[in-house]
């Protein structure tokens, strides 16, 4: 029976070597492990997998697909729903939503739900397939923001016929996915330039260097720029500090900053001229994946690399692929500690971090039992740089300047469950509507806020 067959192991680079290097960490399956794999799938009548899909790609259906050697026909079936396969595969949380739910994983191991997706993104990449385009329908509508929110909205419209145009901040369109995941992670080159170069040939244009609030705003592009309706994808990029003593000292940054600079500005590549410091012994504060991401960079730049939680591993709100790979590349763990005070030399530069030791009480309300502090037992970490990966939030800059656009007590934007928010015409989805969430849950959104968005229009 297929569900006796045993999940196929996945090829990675031995843990010695990419601790000190860039390179991508996870092959993937190549056509005879994917087959394989797809052989596994029970094919269910009600598939749990597909409601847990944020983006509801129909899984079974591509499997089937891939697993009858039919490439092309699984490649089309995704690209319904999804416009980012190869990015998805690599870096959704697949055990907690699709993978979660396959009725595999209950007595045994889910379908590689994933490392499937990953192996058609990749083939559908490597043999150039055309997507068909829409002609257009003479209505225009501006995308702000070309992070997964942004560039699943704009495919999906451009589909249906609109004109979009996606005005992106940075110099390189791609948001979180060029500036935040590591290289190691997710290729940008090889993987999310081809991506979002097929989302162009779906006829979106990406003007880059563009921020909206300052060189354009949302009132002039709906007023002035002949734009019906502007979905606001903006991400989450505003990095919260502790508020601790010590932390505006030289060599306490953000994971935003420090992430930036290694991804975008390619500062760990000796032939681009953007150093980045990290010393003899970096700290990241936090324990998701940005933590993570920090830390397994700061690894591979020549660092002695130390996660500090306040939480137990049990709590840890990473991936347990990003954690089990963080520890087999030498990441040193320092469990139910919290940083108190930053440390520093008579220059102001990072001596170190006092932390002190911390107990789990009653659960809050993330479901998470609480740290407490221990009375007297403070310790000192030596380190060079302290890098504190604590979560963002939304820049307010394009809700300050857009009239009638409000935003809740912690910076997001208002909206619907549809993406609609306090300005006509305007909706939002992804992080600057739920603060820092994942890639497919941002995509998903995307989606929902395209189809009210083509409501909105036709009803106009």
Request: net charge negative; with cysteine; aromatic share 6%.
């Amino acid at each position: 029976m297929a569900n006796k067959i045993p999940r196929v192991p996945v090829r990675e680079q031995d843990p010695a070597i990419r601790a000190t290097n860039f390179e991508e960490v996870c092959y993937g399956y190549n056509e005879q492990e994917a087959v394989l794999e797809a052989s596994r799938c029970l094919h269910c009548k009600n598939p749990r997998c597909v409601a847990a899909c944020p983006v509801n790609i129909r899984i079974p259906d591509f499997i089937a697909a891939l697993h009858a050697g039919k490439m092309q026909e699984a490649a089309d079936i995704i690209a319904e729903d999804s416009s980012l396969p190869s990015i998805c595969g690599r870096v959704c949380p697949q055990e907690t939503q699709c993978e979660g739910s396959c009725i595999l994983g209950i007595k045994g191991e889910p379908v590689a739900i994933g490392k499937l997706e990953r192996f058609v993104g990749d083939w559908k990449i490597a043999n150039g397939t055309t997507p068909v385009v829409t002609p257009r329908n003479g209505h225009r509508v501006a995308v702000v923001g070309s992070g997964p929110a942004g560039l699943a909205c704009a495919s999906d419209l451009a589909r249906m016929g609109y004109e979009v145009k996606i005005f992106e901040a940075l110099h390189r369109a791609g948001g979180v996915l060029v500036y935040g995941i590591p290289e190691f992670r997710l290729p940008k080159e090889r993987i999310v330039a081809q991506e979002i170069a097929a989302v162009e040939k779906l006829g979106v244009e990406i003007e880059t260097d563009v921020i909206v609030g300052r060189t354009v705003t949302v009132d002039s592009l709906l007023d002035e720029e002949g734009f019906e309706a502007v979905f606001i994808g903006s991400g989450a990029g505003l990095p919260r500090f502790m508020g601790i003593a010590g932390e505006n000292y030289n060599g306490v940054v953000s994971a935003n900053e420090f992430l930036t600079r290694a991804n975008l500005m390619h500062a760990y590549d000796n032939n681009y001229d953007t150093p980045i410091y990290v010393g003899r012994r970096v700290v990241v504060v936090g324990g998701g994946n940005v933590a993570m991401d920090a830390v397994r960079t700061a690894r591979r730049l020549g660092a002695e690399a130390t996660i500090v939680y306040r939480r137990s591993e049990n709590e840890l709100p990473a991936r347990a692929e990003e954690v089990h790979h963080a520890k087999e590349e030498g990441i040193c763990f320092r469990m139910l500690t919290n940083p108190v005070e930053v440390l520093a030399d008579d220059k102001g530069w990072v001596r170190g971090v006092r932390c002190i030791e911390m107990e789990l009480g009653e659960p809050d309300a993330s479901g998470r039992r609480s740290p407490v502090e221990k009375a007297g037992s403070e310790f000192d970490i030596e380190c060079d740089v302290v890098i504190m990966a604590l979560g963002t939030s939304p820049n307010p800059l394009i809700a300050s300047t857009t009239a009638g656009l409000e935003t809740n007590r912690r910076g997001c934007l208002v909206a619907d469950e549809q993406g609609t928010t306090t300005r006509a015409g305007v909706f939002a989805g992804g992080d600057a509507v739920t603060g820092a969430a994942t890639v497919i849950l941002a995509m998903g959104a995307g989606r929902t806020a395209a189809k009210a968005i083509d409501a909105y229009i036709k009803n106009k």
